[in-house]
């Protein structure tokens, strides 16, 4: 295959890689806590021959937006918002510790706060947080700190604190779906974040700027596809050409 040729495929794996992010991003555009992607290319150039080069476009690194998303007012006891940077702890099912931002929780049938998935948020200790079984009114303040009223609203005990933590690097963490990330780096406690009760952390994505950006990444592997086509067309002109010229 000639270089123009290989020019114009590596625009048109770059571009749907791009499609398939902006795609994701407009899909989860109402999905709690859920942070945009980005990708960022380089252009390798290479000179196959003196005097020549060729500028191919290479994938080099998806990165993930972590700026907070809208919180908005649910009144429910147990959403749970984090104003600023930093994730709740929640046990994943084989032990380990994942991280999440999306705060709608529910306490299961064992007392235990748990995610919607089933899976138990920790406190700050790294311990699943119990719940009287005669609670009538959770309490949580912006540090952490959960309070019930119990016995019919005649007691007010103190029952844990929701652990906040955050990393160095973000962008290490892996998703596991469900708003879930784990990472091998070691948790730091969050110390420039609040916690907002009876609200939710919306997804950062802004729906017009991804449709708009969808749209023209579309134009442009349509633009690719085209001189493709076009170089094809040309390269088969210039072999039947020649091959008149050898007979």
Known sequence: ????????????????????????????????????????????????????????????????????????????Q????????????VQMPDGSTGYTRAGAFQVNSEGQITTLAGLPVLSDGGAPIDIPETT??????????????????????????????????EQQMQPQGAGIYTTSQAPEPATKSAIVQGALEQSNVSPITEMTNLIQVQRLYEMASNLVSQENTRLNNAINELSKTTT
């Open 1 to 76: 295959m000639q270089s123009p040729s290989l020019v114009l495929l590596s625009d048109q794996q770059a571009l749907t890689r791009v499609m398939d992010i902006v795609a994701n991003n407009v899909a989860n555009s109402s999905t709690t806590a859920f942070k945009r992607e980005g990708i960022e290319f380089d252009t390798l150039l290479e000179q196959p021959a003196p005097g020549q080069s060729l500028s191919f476009v290479v994938d080099r690194a998806t990165y993930r937006d972590a700026s907070t998303g809208p919180i908005t007012d649910t009144g429910n």
């Open 78 to 89: 147990l959403d749970l918002a984090i104003q600023g940077p930093g994730y709740f702890q």
């Open 136 to 169: 009538t009114q959770i309490n949580v303040s912006g540090d952490g700190f959960i309070t019930a009223r119990t016995d019919n609203n005649t007691n007010l005990a103190q029952i844990g604190k929701i652990g906040v933590v955050n990393f160095d690097d």
